[in-house]
């Protein structure tokens, strides 16, 4: 089955403990993307990857760092985490052909910092 | 500043009726819009598109309208149906380079639509 996997799905923490949250996909794509979802913002961009070793900043990538060292991997970094990190993120992936737009998401990761 | 906005926090719809979700953007770069749903404790997923060169795109009970001059686009559930109830986004995206960032999607903050039985 196609798909995007998240781990871990929830997760408490406390101030500067450092975690990663791992994303996986077995669709082959080339692009993949991190957002978090905070109420009343909807879903922002966090980092995105191109393809293997290309990463960007999206539009809230402050506290976090990403990697992309295989094609199926992109995990999400938090050295050190704190309480506004506190939120549901997404991980995404898509191929990357032209009008090839659409997301697979997977099912979220809800983090508590304390 | 948001590029692509939905107004419309909540909706409460009556099972059977239409449901009419809109969704504003700035940006006349874009042109390619999706709507997602996403239910509590999964992650959104994709219901239907449109490109910038139609003006509709009709899937099942599922139609999504676009206005290029007023830069609105509609998403149309015909009949509504209690397992529509969700959290809908709207995303756009330029499909060649804008920004560095090449088919980036940005999404609005959701709307919450509720059907009632």
């Known amino acids: 089955e196609a798909q995007v996997t998240q781990n871990p799905r929830y997760l408490i923490t406390v101030t500067g403990k450092k975690l990663t949250v791992t994303c996986s996909q077995n669709m082959n794509h080339e692009y993949m993307s991190w957002y978090r979802q905070d109420p009343g913002l909807g879903l922002r961009q966090i980092y995105y990857?191109?393809?293997?070793?290309?990463?960007d900043k999206g539009d809230v990538p402050e506290g976090y760092k990403v990697s992309r060292k295989e094609k199926r991997n992109f995990p999400l970094i938090l050295e050190s985490p704190s309480p506004n990190q506190t939120s549901l993120y997404f991980c995404?992936?898509?191929?990357?052909?032209?009008?090839?737009?659409?997301?697979?998401f997977g099912a979220g990761s809800r983090l508590t910092v304390l | 500043d948001q590029q692509v906005k939905q107004n419309s926090p909540s909706l409460s719809v009556q099972e059977g009726r239409i449901s009419i979700l809109n969704c504003d953007y700035t940006?006349?770069?874009?042109?390619?819009f999706l709507w997602y749903k996403k239910y509590p404790a999964e992650g959104p997923t994709f219901l239907i598109s449109?490109?910038?060169?139609?003006d509709k795109n009709e899937d099942g009970r599922f139609t999504v309208f676009l206005n290029k001059s007023a830069k609105h686009l509609s998403l149309h559930i015909v009949p509504s149906q209690p397992g529509d109830s969700a959290v809908y986004f709207c995303a756009a995206s330029a499909k060649f380079n804008y920004g560095g960032s090449q088919g980036n999607l940005i999404f609005g903050k959701g709307t919450k639509l509720s059907v009632k039985p």
């Open positions: 995404a992936s898509r191929a990357l052909e032209v009008g090839a737009n659409v997301l697979t």
């Open positions: 940006n006349s770069m874009f042109d390619y």
């Open positions: 449109i490109s910038s060169i139609k």
């Open positions: 990857s191109m393809n293997v070793e290309v990463t």
